[in-house]
């Protein structure tokens, strides 16, 4: 079991910057996967960034419409998953929510338990 609360949301004007973080609580950190998703208004939940366990050497993986501006790190010694996110477009605007999944591997069996925050919003404006 894991609870993460996501902080760092707010209003910016486009072309700026705001750094999302999601503090998580609950042991062997290191061993989840962890990701950022967001809903838009009206929208369905997509993915926009994620960064693998530790032992996978916390490879990133990004959305195409974030890449290059936006860059997902984690700190395993604070519990805690960042989203830098530069150069904000109004498109941007949405509720940005924190996952972490936990993979468990027994024999042929593959397990995923996922966790989620209670999500921030992100307004850009024009």
């Known amino acids: 079991q894991v609870d993460l609360v996501e902080s760092g949301g707010g209003l910016v004007q486009a072309g700026g910057s705001l750094r999302l973080s999601c503090a998580a609580s609950?042991?062997?950190?290191?061993?989840?996967?962890l990701g950022w998703f967001r809903q838009g208004s009206g929208k369905e939940r997509e993915f926009v960034a994620a960064?693998?366990?530790?032992?996978?050497?916390?490879?990133?993986n990004y959305a195409d419409f974030v890449k290059g501006r936006f860059t997902i790190s984690r700190d395993n010694a604070k519990n805690t998953v960042y989203l830098q996110m530069n150069s904000l477009k109004p498109e941007d605007t949405a509720v940005y929510y924190c996952?972490?999944?936990?993979?468990?591997?027994?024999?042929?069996?593959?397990?995923?338990?996922?966790?989620w925050g209670q999500g921030t919003q992100v307004t850009v404006s024009s």
């Open positions: 609950g042991r062997s950190f290191g061993s989840y996967g």
């Open positions: 960064i693998g366990t530790t032992w996978s050497g916390g490879i990133t």
């Open positions: 996952n972490a999944r936990l993979t468990t591997v027994q024999g042929i069996s593959v397990t995923r338990r996922d966790y």
